[in-house]
């Protein structure tokens, strides 16, 4: 059984620019949630994606945006970078065909916006 | 989500009984307590969770009051590795986790 991955680990970006991160999710995993962890503060719920479809949203404005692919693994997007948008973006993957599912967590991509 | 408190940090001596509290006075009936803890620099890992009932797994213990209004994450015989920001989340079917500050938990040798 593999865990959740995410690429690319680092990457540098220009105010202004786009940039795409993905995540594979966990083998039998259905859903895929996005978070963006900035220095020395706690996860910020983006979105989640179940069966391809978005199922909720944070507080995070539309530039932010995602898919989630039939094989379940998704991708993020920030168009229009800003400096603030520097941060540890996380995903997980889980499963919301019970009443509780725990989220299995990649290592992250950290991007850095100059 | 319900909204939980806990200390900022915390020490344990190596080979101690770690408690972890967390408040957690508006969770509804339906919302599970979740525990899951973030290693500097790496993405967080579930830890254990619970309804109504304790709970206790490979990695911990999890004691829930009978009112559900707080509850506490209980690491055995903590070791140097168990050094880490633990964060108590309440949280529904959706499951979509709200992070506070978390506790920083500090294990001295």
């Known amino acids: 059984e593999t865990g959740v991955t995410q690429s690319p680990t680092h990457l540098i970006k220009t105010r202004g620019q786009q940039v795409t991160l993905r995540c594979s999710s966990q083998s039998g995993h259905n859903t895929v949630s996005w978070y963006q962890q900035a220095l020395g503060q706690g996860p910020q719920f983006i979105f989640q994606?179940?069966?391809?479809?978005?199922?909720g949203r944070g507080n995070f404005p539309p530039r932010f945006s995602g898919l989630q692919f039939p094989n379940y693994s998704s991708e993020l997007n920030v168009n229009a970078l800003e400096l603030d948008d520097s941060a540890l973006y996380l995903c997980a993957s889980s499963t919301l065909d019970r009443a509780y599912n725990e989220q299995f967590f990649g290592p992250g991509t950290r991007l850095t916006v100059l | 989500d319900a909204k939980t408190t806990q200390p900022t940090s915390m020490d344990c001596a190596e080979g101690r009984a770690a408690n972890l509290p967390c408040n957690h006075s508006?969770?509804?009936?339906?919302?599970?307590v979740y525990w899951y803890r973030q290693i500097h620099s790496q993405g967080p890992q579930y830890i254990i969770h619970g309804l109504k009932n304790n709970e206790t797994n490979e990695m911990a213990s999890l004691i829930i009051t009978e009112d559900r209004k707080s509850s506490t994450l209980i690491l055995p015989h903590a070791t140097l590795r168990d050094t880490a920001v633990y964060y108590c989340?309440?949280?529904?079917?959706?499951?979509?986790?709200?992070f506070g500050g978390g506790t920083r938990l500090m294990v001295k040798p």
């Open positions: 989340i309440g949280s529904g079917a959706g499951n979509m986790l709200t």
């Open positions: 508006t969770i509804s009936g339906n919302e599970y």
């Open positions: 994606y179940y069966r391809e479809e978005e199922n």
